[in-house]
Structure formats: C-alpha cells, structure tokens
C-alpha cells in the first residue's frame, strides 16, 4: 500500500501561480505511475495530468494543457503539479492519485488517493 499526502493548496488570484505536492510513504513512488485530479463542488471529479513511473511520458487534460506542469522525485517519493496562468474555473480540491498500472487510463485503474487540498482561484 502507499499513503499520499497532498499539500501547497490556497488562494491566488487569477493569473497566478501554485505548486502543489504529494508525499507518498509506504511504498515507493516509483512502483506507481500517477495521477492529479480535481473535483470543484457539484461536480464529478476529472482528469488533470498523468505521469508514467519513470516521467517518460506525460498527459494532460485539454483544459490545463500549456498552463500546469506534472512532474515527480522519485529519489524524494514525491508529485509536483506546477500550476501557471490559473483561472476561476480551475477552483477545485485537488487529488493525487497512484496506479498500479503502467499505463492508466480511466480513474477506476487508480487505486490510491490523497485526501485532496482545495485550490482558490479569484477573479
């Protein structure tokens, strides 16, 4: 099993930037590829950026493309989600999620989750 901690949420304005962290203990992050998503209230929680175990490829939502950054340590068993040019509408609890899989594609093939940090966007 592997604990994911999120951290590095708040509040910024529009046009600024966040880097959010997940610490993952129990097992090591490299076993895992992963995953950041985000859920904004009424809303079912989607698809923000994923990585594969070694950072050889990385995949993004169209609505963050160009703007957030995935990234990971591995040495430091941590997730980076560098956050550029946010919006009102990227205002969301955002989760770190970890797959067993090589390759993940759906949000079921993520077996372990964070327990989110809330990001604030004001316009």
């Known amino acids: 099993q592997v604990q994911l901690v999120e951290s590095g949420g708040g509040l910024v304005q529009a046009g600024g930037s966040l880097t959010l962290s997940c610490a993952a203990s129990g097992r090591t992050l490299s076993s895992f590829a992963m995953g950041w998503f985000r859920q904004a209230p009424g809303k079912e929680r989607e698809f923000v950026a994923r990585?594969?175990?070694?950072?050889?490829?990385?995949y993004y939502s169209d609505s963050v493309k160009g703007r957030f950054t995935i990234s990971r340590d591995n040495a430091k068993n941590t997730l980076y989600l560098q956050m550029n040019s946010l919006k009102p509408e990227d205002t969301a609890v955002y989760y770190c999620?970890?797959?067993?899989?090589?390759?993940?594609?759906?949000?079921?093939?993520?077996?372990?989750w964070g327990q989110g940090t809330q990001v604030t966007v004001s316009s």
């Open positions: 999620a970890a797959s067993s899989r090589v390759l993940p594609s759906i949000i079921s093939d993520y077996g372990y």
């Open positions: 990585i594969t175990r070694d950072s050889g490829s990385t």
